[in-house]
């Protein structure tokens, strides 16, 4: 045995696992064993979280504490096998290091109604993917970090990324400690977090620190977000400053869509006490609506667009012979149609229809229902609902490309950002980015008003809604006499596929006189 020698002992329990996972029942090996056979079969989902460490007489360096969580285990937590050899690494000193590691999951696992009975592996890497260099790691300044990580995994949580907790966790009484280092922590965060991610970082500090350490905190304000907080639960509590700008808008959404004009004994009526949810009649899954178009196996693939109380007696001779047959149709919520409907739906009407009614309830739904997603912590922010509500006429009258115009247009016209700080900011307009650019599922394009676009910015639109449906290239062009070709039936298919969702409302009259705006779909 030696520094940075894995033991016989170990090796041997590495074989064991080897076996096992080609066994069809290894219930009877030990739970560290049974732990890697998960491993092996990849049945563990590893997080990371960034912790900072510093040694004296070296600069301080950001790492990266992976964990993956073993569902059938026996609530204990392993030094990752691929990590074994450095065991005598983050025992250095004191040892209090790897001890941090252990109290602060057992404190982790313990908190609700019942113990997690889930293992752990951990391990360190470096924060640029590279090798980890070689450092001998003592003290408890890594233990925050660790228990925010694991009360998290414990509950089977997500994580919010981009928070660096600078705290000692290991008092009994639980509440935090100050660590050493503070201020060339700081540094290094700063130094770094501009490659790890383009999100404002946020920083936890225990509330007991040093006036020296105070004004440190006070500086780091100008490009992160930072909290002080003096127990466990306060650390939890806090969420990124990303997750936190998403929440608000979320929340801020939700209310001016619940917002009407009117007002009822001098109180102002809210939309959700009025609001009868809609429903929608649709054809029955099955029946073909247009006989003379059938299939081979009787489906239709042709759409009939003419109301159900369609009068055959006054159409044209043409049209009749298609309602021969009878219609069967079902009502269905309004809500469900949506999601499951067609990447592109348009809500055409008259004037008092309810067109903007049926736009403010979707995006007010869609809105709840992605901030009830983050308050629980259940979902990636990346996969929540997130509605992206605006008028067309709003978004076209902007100067830009069609991703940077449609973020301002959805930000501006809420007028939140007035009280808002200048990392919150920055935080949703990233984030709205990511989501119109990846945009990945459960992202809602609610568009009001295309009858009241400019004739003269109906060709900008078209390009804009096509860009938008495309991924949102910022290469698109963006002018109304460029050329482009109509968004095809392969890309709308992988439209759907995605989740997204585009919803556009106007009055009947607007389908005739901007039909080329539409004409992408």
Same mark, same amino acid.
């Given at each position: ?14 074989l !064991?696992?080897?076996? $096992? ?6 219930s ?36 990266? #504490?992976?964990?993956s ?9 392993w030094?990752?096998?691929a990590?074994e ?6 025992n250095?000193?004191s040892?209090?290091?790897?001890e ?9 696992r313990?908190t609700?109604?019942?113990?997690? &009975? ?7 890497r ?27 995994? $414990? ?8 928070v ?7 008092a009994?009484? *639980?509440? #935090?400690?100050?660590?050493g ?10 130094a ?9 970082p946020?920083?936890?500090a ?11 905190l006070?500086?780091?304000n ?38 009407t ?21 649709k ?5 073909s609506?247009?006989p003379?178009a ?11 667009w003419?109301?159900a ?7 044209d001779?043409?049209? *009749?012979?298609r309602?021969e ?16 409907n ?10 008092g229809?309810?067109?903007t ?9 869609m809105?709840?229902?992605g901030?009830?997603?983050l ?18 006429d709003?978004?076209? &009258? ?9 973020e301002?247009?959805?930000i501006?016209s809420l007028a ?15 984030f ?8 990945k ?45 109509p ?6 298919q ?9 919803l556009?409302?106007? !009055?009947?009259?607007?389908l005739?006189?901007?039909h080329?705006?539409?004409s992408?779909?």
């Amino acid at each position: 045995s030696g520094p940075n020698i894995v033991g016989k002992d170990t090796v041997c329990d590495w074989l !064991r696992a080897y076996a $096992a996972s080609l066994a069809p029942d290894h219930s009877d090996a030990s739970s560290y064993v049974r732990g890697i056979v998960s491993l092996l079969h990849r049945d563990s989902k590893a997080e990371q979280v960034p912790i900072v460490v510093a040694q004296d007489g070296r600069a301080a360096r950001v790492l990266m #504490l992976e964990v993956s969580r073993v569902e059938i285990g026996s609530g204990q937590q392993w030094l990752h096998p691929a990590f074994e050899h450095r065991r005598t690494d983050v025992n250095a000193g004191s040892g209090t290091f790897a001890e941090g590691m252990s109290l602060t999951w057992e404190a982790a696992r313990i908190t609700g109604c019942k113990p997690a &009975s889930s293992d752990i592996f951990w391990r360190l890497r470096s924060a640029d993917g590279g090798p980890l260099p070689l450092m001998k790691l003592d003290g408890p300044s890594a233990s925050a970090s660790a228990y925010r990580a694991f009360w998290h995994i $414990a509950k089977g949580l997500h994580i919010d990324s981009d928070v660096y907790v600078l705290a000692d966790a290991t008092a009994s009484d *639980g509440h #935090l400690q100050a660590v050493g280092h503070l201020r060339e922590k700081i540094i290094a965060i700063n130094a770094a977090r501009s490659s790890l991610s383009p999100y404002p970082p946020t920083l936890i500090a225990a509330k007991d620190v040093s006036a020296d350490n105070l004004a440190t905190l006070r500086t780091a304000n100008s490009w992160a977000e930072v909290a002080q907080v003096g127990t466990l639960d306060e650390l939890i509590a806090v969420r990124s400053v990303t997750v936190q700008a998403a929440r608000d808008y979320l929340s801020y959404l939700a209310d001016h869509s619940d917002k009407t004009p009117w007002y009822r004994n001098g109180k102002p009526v809210r939309f959700s006490e009025v609001h009868i949810t809609p429903f929608v009649w649709k054809p029955k899954p099955g029946y073909s609506l247009l006989p003379d178009a059938a299939s081979a196996d009787g489906r239709t693939e042709e759409r009939d667009w003419r109301p159900a109380g369609y009068n055959v007696s006054v159409a044209d001779r043409e049209a *009749g012979p298609r309602l021969e047959r009878t219609r069967i149709q079902e009502r269905v919520p309004w809500h469900d149609t949506f999601r499951n409907n067609e990447a592109i739906t348009v809500i055409a009407g008259g004037p008092g229809s309810g067109k903007t009614s049926i736009l403010q309830w979707t995006a007010r739904t869609m809105a709840l229902r992605g901030l009830a997603d983050l308050e629980k912590r259940t979902t990636d922010p990346d996969d929540v609902d997130w509605p992206i509500q605006t008028d067309l006429d709003a978004w076209a &009258s902007l100067a830009g490309q069609p991703v940077e115009t449609l973020e301002r247009a959805a930000i501006d016209s809420l007028a939140l950002v007035e009280t808002w700080g200048e990392h919150r900011l920055k935080a949703l307009r990233q984030f709205m980015r990511r989501r119109l650019t990846q945009s990945k599922a459960n992202t809602f394009f609610v568009l009001d008003a295309l009858d009241q676009v400019a004739e003269s910015r109906v060709l900008l639109l078209r390009e804009r809604l096509q860009a938008i449906a495309s991924h949102s290239r910022p290469e698109w062009p963006n002018e109304p006499d460029s050329k482009s070709t109509p968004c095809s039936l392969k890309l709308a298919q992988e439209i759907m596929s995605r989740g997204t969702k585009i919803l556009i409302s106007t !009055r009947e009259s607007g389908l005739r006189t901007h039909h080329q705006a539409m004409s992408f779909a």
